[in-house]
T-cell receptor, first 108, second 115 residues
Framework: GQQVMQIPQYQHVQEGEDFTTYCNSS?????IQWYKQRPGGHPVFLIQ?????EVKKQKRLTFQFGEAKKNSSLHITATQTTDVGTYFC????????FGTGTRLQVFP | DTEVTQTPKHLVMGMTNKKSLKCEQH?????MYWYKQKAKKPPELMFV???????INESVPSRFSPECPNSSLLNLHLHALQPEDSALYLC??????????????FGSGTQLSVL
């Protein structure tokens, strides 16, 4: 079945460092969503990407959708302790299926 | 009101018990979802309701029985669960069930422990 893999599984960074998580699909995606789940919390929608090669920014967060619509990335510039959590991409081609997630820890 | 409310927040049940999880939203959303999330894993889709009709069942065992009494409410009835069913159960809603442009709003979840 459809699988969406994310790397890395875990990332520990010093506050102020950049962070990137990559999302890869075995099949072409019609669109992809990104969610953030804080420790002990629930997933919260961040953004949706639809077009091939699309780039969207939200303050320090930059989201990209690959040209072939099989991969996506989330880049955080100058991480802060409030960025701690697990970042999931989610394939919304047919029904919302979450990727494996990347857990980010930020040390002050 | 942009909230999805789930009750109870925590539930401990024995393998012979019958219990129900409840979910409510007043955003006028017509699609509602149940996800199961084990620790350090992504949420896994269980059921989707669209306009109060079951639209997707991801081959979930019959000991989990969903119900959508009206457009604002979603229940998950539990019976004869196994310890491996212990997990965080998340309810979510979206405006409609669509493959495009529909973001999901999640509730805070019910942390279920089966003894």
């Amino acid at each position: 079945g459809q699988q969406v893999m994310q790397i890395p599984q875990y990332q520990h960074v010093q506050e102020g460092e950049d962070f990137t998580t990559y999302c890869n699909s075995s099949t072409t995606l019609s669109n992809i969503q990104w969610y953030k789940q804080r420790p002990g919390g629930h997933p919260v929608f961040l953004i949706q990407l639809v077009k091939s090669g699309e780039v969207k920014k939200q303050k320090r967060l930059t989201f990209q959708f690959g040209e072939a619509k099989k991969n996506s990335s989330l880049h955080i510039t100058a991480t802060q302790t409030t960025d701690v959590g697990t970042y999931f991409c989610a394939d919304n081609t047919d029904k919302l299926i979450f990727g494996t997630g990347t857990r980010l820890q930020v040390f002050p | 009101d942009t909230e999805v409310t789930q009750t109870p927040k925590h539930l401990v049940m024995g393998m012979t018990n019958k219990k129900s999880l409840k979910c409510e939203q007043h955003m006028g959303h017509r699609a509602m979802y149940w996800y199961k999330q084990k620790a350090k894993k992504p949420p896994e889709l269980m059921f989707v309701y669209s306009y109060e009709k079951l639209s997707i069942n991801e081959s979930v065992p019959s000991r989990f029985s969903p119900e959508c009494p009206n457009s604002s409410l979603l229940n998950l009835h539990l019976h004869a669960l196994q310890p491996e069913d212990s997990a965080l159960y998340l309810c979510a809603s979206s405006l409609i069930l669509s493959a495009t442009n529909e973001k999901l709003f999640f509730g805070s979840g019910t942390q279920l422990s089966v003894l």
